[in-house]
């Protein structure tokens, strides 16, 4: 078995186009399966490793949720 790994910039025209196409292709194949991988952007997760090591906290819970929203 081959596993080919794409990056694809699905926010492009020829990124959407063949992410359809592929998916219309191969949608009933028992021989290929389209495995997809979600990434993520650097920034946003250094923001979140970063928040993650902070003591600066504020806990939002269901009461107080729409006070904490500013």
């Known amino acids: 078995m081959t596993t080919i ?3 694809i910039n699905e926010n492009t025209k020829k990124g959407k186009a ?3 196409m592929t998916r219309v ?3 009933n194949s028992k ?3 389209i495995i ?3 990434t993520y952007n650097a920034e946003f997760v250094k923001m979140i ?3 993650h090591k902070s003591t ?14 500013q």
Do not use: G, P
């Not at 600066?56 to 929203?69: H, S, Y």
């Open 56 to 69: 600066n906290r504020t806990r939002v819970t269901a009461k107080n949720l729409w006070e904490n929203i």
């Open 18 to 20: 063949f992410l359809e």
């Open 36 to 38: 997809e991988e979600i």
């Open 49 to 51: 490793e970063k928040a």
């Open 5 to 7: 790994t794409l990056k």
């Open 31 to 33: 021989e290929i399966e």
């Open 25 to 27: 292709f191969f949608e």
